[in-house]
């Protein structure tokens, strides 16, 4: 029973716990803009491509599933 739980949590933490990719690059426009995480939008582009818009900006973000950026990060690949 406690090696099920214990192969569960970890499905949790790893499996499917990490932020989705909507998340991540909302964390990062925010913190870049210093706009608050509820006042950006997510439009997904193509592949990895998402649009950003927020606080009277927009840009293009590159967010590549494979772990490529330290930390998980998006990057920004147009716009302010």
């Not at 990719?21 to 509820?38: G, N």
Request: glycine share 12%; hydrophobic share 35%.
């Amino acid at each position: 029973m406690a090696s099920r739980a214990i192969v569960f949590l970890g499905f949790l933490l790893f499996g499917c716990g990490g932020a989705s990719t909507d998340q991540r690059v909302v964390k990062t426009a925010a913190s870049r803009w210093q706009c608050p995480a509820d006042k950006i939008q997510v439009k997904k582009l193509s592949g990895d491509m998402y649009r950003v818009a927020g606080c009277d900006r927009e840009a293009d973000y590159a967010c590549p599933e494979d772990g490529a950026h330290p930390g998980g990060q998006c990057l920004r690949v147009s716009g302010t």
